[in-house]
Structure formats: structure tokens, C-alpha cells
């Protein structure tokens, strides 16, 4: 059972998917801590000024928001139309993946 878990070769828009989807959140999550700010700047001036991340997306925010949003669309289409791609060449490495277990794998003819 381990031996096929390390053998199966896994889709490489996932780790996309995942890496960008992360910075996504984060983005947004800081974005919206700035908005709040913005709508209630007295409730946050004992801070001593903005953090240099706030002050960035105050400039570039929504660039980056939307170059992640793409990125995320495209790594998704992208991950949707390899897959089959990729299972294909991860049941070719794997001899009997096909089979349920406990099944003896069957010869190709």
C-alpha cells in the first residue's frame, strides 16, 4: 500500500492550486484588515501608522488581488484538463492500480 502511495504521481497544477489559493487568502484577509482601517482610522491610531504590508496593498491591492484571481483561474482549468493526463500516467507506472484490492492485477489482454 505504501509502495503505490509513493509511486502515484500527482497532478502539478494541485501544488499551484494550493500555493497561490494560500497567497490569495492572505491577500484578501490583509485586504480587508485595511479596508476596516480605513472606515475606522481613529479606533487604530494608537498603532503608530500603517504596517509596509497595508501600505502596499493600499497601492497595488486590487492589481494583486485580481493577478491571483487569474492565476487561480487558469492553474484550475489547467489542473481540470491534465487530470486525466495524469492519472493515465500514474496507472501506466503502477501495475494493477486499476484493480481493487486484494485483486490479482490482470495481464493487458
Given at each position: 500500500m505504501?509502495r ?5 504521481i500527482a497532478?502539478?497544477?494541485?501544488a499551484l ?8 487568502v492572505?491577500?484578501a484577509?490583509?485586504y ?8 475606522a482610522?481613529?479606533?487604530h491610531a494608537?498603532d503608530g501608522?500603517n504596517?509596509?504590508?497595508?501600505k502596499?496593498?493600499?497601492?497595488h ?5 485580481l493577478?491571483?484571481?487569474?492565476v487561480l483561474a487558469i ?5 481540470m484538463?491534465?487530470?486525466?493526463f495524469?492519472?493515465?500516467r500514474?496507472s501506466r ?7 481493487e484490492?486484494?485483486e490479482?492485477?490482470t495481464s493487458?489482454?
Amino acid at each position: 500500500m505504501g509502495r503505490r502511495a509513493k509511486a502515484a504521481i500527482a497532478n502539478p497544477f494541485y501544488a499551484l492550486l494550493v500555493l497561490v489559493g494560500i497567497a490569495f487568502v492572505i491577500t484578501a484577509c490583509a485586504y480587508g484588515v485595511m479596508t476596516l482601517r480605513a472606515v475606522a482610522p481613529h479606533a487604530h491610531a494608537a498603532d503608530g501608522g500603517n504596517h509596509p504590508l497595508l501600505k502596499f496593498l493600499q497601492t497595488h491591492g486590487s492589481q494583486l488581488l485580481l493577478g491571483e484571481i487569474v492565476v487561480l483561474a487558469i492553474a484550475t482549468f489547467a489542473a481540470m484538463g491534465t487530470d486525466d493526463f495524469w492519472t493515465r500516467r500514474s496507472s501506466r507506472r503502477m501495475p494493477g492500480a486499476d484493480s481493487e484490492p486484494g485483486e490479482k492485477p490482470t495481464s493487458g489482454d
